[in-house]
């Protein structure tokens, strides 16, 4: 009865292993082909990380993502080729997709070929406290050769969240960087939270246009921009900015170019236009009332003289 016992006790796990379905490899045949089997396909790491958050990990932050222009608001210049507005739609939708699976909440101001007010896109972006605002454009040049990527925010606060994208975007870009700049763009001027606006590129360059063409490259743009904002918090001081540039750690705050008083030469000068003959006509208004003070300041000194002459 011992004996009976003892074999019961070995065989168990034998039993346990049939029972699962797990036997060992029946041959070395069939071991080798399963160490030269083809591995499956990576899952991406959006995918991988959206599996693992949950409720409780998941960010609070709303990302209220912005294309900019759509419906009749073409954007771009003149009998510019690629229409940026489908450009910006399409990045934006990219985003949308690689911060969800992040975990974020996203909302869209425009999620197709539609016209959206600047007013109802701030007013969007505002009605979420916990939220930052991520504006999507591509750019555009009279001057054919200007090129590069570059990144706009207005407030303090939005700094961080500036320098997070567009190092990384900058980074990942076969094209110049143009680095940061302050800028009071209405959307960025009006907002209540942290928000950019970035610059994808120039279509008006040939080379930037044929990448922004490529869906790779613009879904590379959408992840760039991702992994800036889930990393905004890591950016550092200015005064750690040159130790963590040093030992390729941390996002390094950005300098910045203060454009708030300064319009960019390689953008649209239409406004500037509007501008420099407001200005004009204000100087010829300012010089002809400075003419006719003149004139009348003479006149009031020929007819004090007049009664000094007299009485010579």
Do not use: W
Not at 23 to 45: C, F, G, N, Q
Not at 48 to 60: F, G, I, L, M, T
Not at 246 to 273: C, M
Request: net charge positive.
């Amino acid at each position: 009865m011992r004996k009976y016992f003892l074999s019961l006790v070995v065989a168990a796990p034998f039993v346990a292993t049939a029972a699962y379905g797990l036997p060992a490899p029946s041959s070395p045949s069939s071991r080798e082909k399963r160490a030269v089997a083809p591995r499956a396909t990576p899952t991406p790491v959006a995918q991988r990380r959206a599996v693992a958050v949950s409720e409780a990990d998941r960010p609070s932050t709303v990302v209220v993502i912005d294309a900019g222009h759509g419906g009749f608001d073409r954007g771009g210049i003149p009998r510019q080729l690629v229409p940026e507005k489908t450009m910006n739609l399409d990045v934006a939708q990219r985003l949308k997709a690689v911060l969800t699976a992040y975990g974020y909440r996203v909302v869209m101001t425009r999620d197709s070929d539609v016209f959206v007010p600047l007013g109802t896109r701030v007013a969007i972006a505002n009605s979420y406290r916990d939220a930052i605002f991520v504006c999507i454009h591509f750019n555009a040049a009279r001057r054919r050769s200007a090129s590069g990527i570059e990144t706009y925010f207005y407030s303090s606060q939005s700094l961080p969240l500036a320098s997070a994208i567009h190092y990384y975007v900058a980074g990942g870009a076969p094209t110049a960087n143009r680095g940061v700049r302050r800028r009071g763009f209405y959307v960025l001027r009006r907002t209540t939270i942290p928000s950019v606006l970035v610059e994808c590129g120039f279509l008006t360059n040939a080379a930037e246009a044929n990448y922004a063409q490529s869906a790779d490259y613009r879904q590379k743009l959408a992840e760039e921009i991702g992994r800036g904002v889930r990393e905004r918090s890591l950016v550092a001081s200015t005064s750690a900015a040159n130790r963590l540039a040093a030992n390729n750690t941390g996002v390094p705050l950005q300098p910045f170019i203060d454009q708030t008083h300064y319009r960019d030469p390689d953008l649209s000068r239409s406004k500037r236009g509007k501008r420099s003959s407001k200005s004009s006509s204000r100087s010829t208004s300012s010089k002809r009332k400075h003419s006719s003070d003149s004139d009348s300041e003479k006149k009031t000194t020929k007819r004090k003289s007049a009664p000094a002459q007299t009485e010579d």
